[in-house]
């Protein structure tokens, strides 16, 4: 993982902030400087570009994500469904908590240009598909799970339903309470295929 510094890391958290009330579009260089009291030439010196500051901070969190979700204190009785419970909580309550990452990580129509960031997006996307499927794989082994359908196949749907719902939060201008909206649509999927 790639280290920051205490500089860059306070750079990307005002990026955030910007992003949370201004939306991602309105991110340049000279109003990130502006907001941190840094002229434009001192904050180039911790960041190349506006995409570079854009990609640390999907590293920050993916690198982020990780580290939570390897460190969820599953219990040994817990089923798999109560572990994918705990896996989604986690990541909705840290969607709710910082809103602006949503954004960045929805931004992929900003981003159809730029490899670098698509591509950053693209493996926050499958480490969390690798999550679930792994999830799905043990469960429907362990008999929790039917397997009337693949892993693959229930891991996009449960991925596209709580991505729908995610979604439909930033919409709403974070209105709705989405930890509580993950956890029904994610406790309605788990009722189909749970034994």
């Not at 840290?94 to 990452?101: E, L």
């Amino acid at each position: 993982m790639q280290e920051f510094t205490g500089r860059q890391i306070e750079i990307m958290e005002a990026a955030t902030t910007r992003i949370s009330r201004y939306g991602i579009q309105n991110l340049t260089i000279k109003t990130l400087a502006e907001d941190i009291g840094l002229s434009e030439p001192a904050l180039y010196r911790h960041f190349k570009s506006k995409n570079e500051i854009l990609l640390s901070l999907l590293e920050y969190f993916k690198a982020e994500m990780q580290n939570r979700i390897q460190f969820i204190p599953f219990k040994k009785e817990d089923t798999y469904a109560e572990r994918l419970r705990l896996i989604f909580n986690s990541q909705l309550q840290t969607f709710t908590n910082k809103p602006a990452i949503v954004s960045v990580i929805f931004a992929e129509s900003i981003f159809h240009f730029d490899e670098s960031l698509s591509s950053k997006v693209a493996e926050i996307m499958d480490m969390m598909q690798d999550y679930v499927k792994a999830n799905i794989t043990k469960g429907q082994e362990a008999g929790q799970y039917n397997k009337l359908i693949g892993a693959s196949t229930l891991t996009t749907i449960i991925i596209g339903g709580m991505r729908m719902t995610v979604l439909k939060w930033k919409l709403s201008k974070h209105k709705s309470n989405l930890v509580k909206d993950g956890k029904t649509i994610l406790d309605g999927m788990l009722k189909m295929i749970e034994k």
